[in-house]
């Protein structure tokens, strides 16, 4: 259980990631509440013998039940625009990491410090470590600093693939001859896995993504000591 819970339901790890959390409660609150409401009126039509020989309108009911999906529409549209603003802003980045896609891994450049590229593979199963996960631990990390604004640029050379790490919030395809980005701030060290989300190929399962979060000083020491 412990290793599904590492795996598959990492805890949130970002702002961004806490908001759609939010969003996603406050949604699900409400969808709870109409399909209980929906539900226990057409029980009660399917199952009592009640009848009102006269009823021939009900001006009053009519207005309510055309009146208050809309305010519920409201009441979700507005948050949800909200949130997409959020998630589309680029605040003031410190620093930029570039993705590229490829049949079938990842390339990482840091180009605003310091000169900084590599390529990140999946390690095979015959070389896997105790301490590693089969199909989503790589030879190379992307470190980056937590605590800091992050933007992403995400671009591919061949097909399309998709840059997703779902702790994060974050998902953003790679595109040939576009760039793409995304900003993102990790509240917290540690390691976080996502993989390419776009059907990219034979090898699609096999091109992970896995983000180590580190302090700021041995992030910088970890830029200079990479060649």
Known sequence: ?????????????????????????????????????????????????????????GQTIEMIWTILP?????????????????????????????????QWYWSYEYSDYKKIEFDSYMIPSNELNEFNFRLLDVDHRMCIPFNTQIRIIVTSLDVIHSWTIPSLGVKIDGTPGRLNQATFNINRTGLFYGQCSEICGANHSFMPIVIESIPVAKFLSWMNNST
Not at 11 to 22: G, H, Y
Not at 73 to 94: F, Q, T
């Open 1 to 57: 259980m412990a290793t599904w819970k590492t795996l598959l339901l990492q805890d949130s790890a970002s702002p961004l990631m806490e908001q759609l959390m939010f969003f996603h409660d406050h949604t699900l609150m409400i969808l709870v509440i109409i399909t209980i409401l929906v539900s226990h009126m057409m029980f009660s039509m399917l199952f009592n013998k009640f009848t009102h020989r006269y009823l021939l309108e």
């Open 70 to 102: 809309a305010i519920i529409l409201i009441i979700i549209a507005l948050p949800s625009l909200r949130l997409l603003y959020i998630l589309d802003e680029i605040y003031n980045p410190e620093l930029t990491v570039k993705a590229i896609g490829h």
